[in-house]
Each structure stands twice: as C-alpha cells, then as structure tokens.
C-alpha cells in the first residue's frame, strides 16, 4: 500500500453491483431484437463489455477524495464552453489527492446536450483508469492473474 490512501482506494476493485453491461453488436446493419443476455433490445448477436458508469466512478473518486476536480484542457474563451477536437472528443484534466492526469472522451457521433454530458463521463473513466480505476475491466484478458504469472504481482 501506498502512503496515500486516496489513491489506493481507485485501485480497488469495484462490487458486482457496480459494474454494468454494455452490448456491442458485431455488426452496425445487426437485425434488433430482445437480448436473452441483458434483457436489452439492441443489434443481435452482440458481445457484453463490462464498464462501471459515471454514477459509480464519481461514489469512488467521493470516497478516494472528496475535494477531486476535473476541468476541460480547452475552452472556448468568449463562451468557457469546452472545445471538441475533429474526431468530436475533448480533453479533461482529472485531479484526485493532488495528482492530476489527461483523459479523453468522446460521444461516439451524438450530437447536442446529452452528447456533451457522455462525452465528460468517458473523459471521467478514461482519467479514471489512468489512477488505476476500473483497470481490470479496461484489459481485454486478467490483468491481474498475468502479472502473477511474471512474478511481478
């Protein structure tokens, strides 16, 4: 354990019940229909990627850090509105126990208010993951059985 204790709590892994499903069909032209797997009405066939969302990222950067910020790397200055890059993601600088780190978001096309607020919570878990949040569920194999095996565990 580290001497800050903040940071180690982003660490940790998060409950079951913390930890959603996000359907991926594994084409976009997918025929819909209900899901026997989550119950959700999407493209089928489709793979179920695990994420935490941005209710349950923000309850453990609360409890790393009840004074964390975040702030957009770019603004508009006439307006403080954030600026989007051309691929349509933005910047976030994600601060926690004083250490600050970059994320980028994006909103995947959408366009508009909703948009903005999915881009921020992308932005929030990609910062996120680089304090080590969620870390495991970004990692496509076991993060962790792996580094066992190398002995660097």
Known sequence: MSENKG???LREPFAPNEINKLPKPYSRDSQKGKCNECGGYHGLPAVHLDYVG???LTKRLLEADPEWTWDFVATDPST???IFDNNGGLWIRLTVCGVTRLGYGDAQGKQGG???KEAIGDALR???MRFGAALDLWHKGDLYDASEERGSA
């Open 7 to 9: 940071l180690d709590r």
């Open 54 to 56: 941005h209710a349950a």
């Open 80 to 82: 403080g509105a954030p």
């Open 114 to 116: 909703n948009a903005v």
């Open 126 to 128: 990609n910062a996120g």
